[in-house]
Nanobody, 125 residues
Framework: QVQLVESGGGLVRPGGSLRLSCAAS????????MGWHRQAPGKQRELVAH???????KYRASVKGRFTISRDNAKNTVYLQMNRLKPEDTAVYFC???????????????????WGQGTLVTVSP
């Protein structure tokens, strides 16, 4: 089993920066991609950034150029560097790990999503 623990959330003023961390433990060798999602009050959870095992990244349009996702495989940790934060970035941020359960001969695979407990980011004057 894989466990995820997020840290780094807090209160920051508009234009400020925060770095979120997500440390994985347990069966970390089965982790393929990891990502960050967020959920603002009254809204659905949405993808923020995603990184695969070969470091291919993708971002939602509203954070491109401001947020950077990275991973340190030696520490089993994924990071989200958030710069030029805006009030609309306020949300609970959740870490996600895609844990491979079965690989197929065509290169595809079946995976299980493991979520962290979330960390609150508040952007306010």
């Amino acid at each position: 089993q894989v466990q995820l623990v997020e840290s780094g959330g807090g209160l920051v003023r508009p234009g400020g920066s925060l770095r979120l961390s997500c440390a994985a433990s347990g069966s970390v060798d089965s982790i393929n991609a990891m990502g960050w999602h967020r959920q603002a009050p009254g809204k659905q959870r949405e993808l923020v950034a995603h990184i695969t095992s070969d470091d291919t990244t993708k971002y939602r349009a509203s954070v491109k150029g401001r947020f950077t996702i990275s991973r340190d495989n030696a520490k089993n940790t994924v990071y989200l560097q958030m710069n030029r934060l805006k009030p609309e970035d306020t949300a609970v941020y959740f870490c996600l790990a895609e844990v491979i359960k079965q690989r197929y001969s065509d290169g595809t695979y079946r995976y299980l999503e493991i979520w962290g407990q979330g960390t609150l980011v508040t952007v306010s004057p």
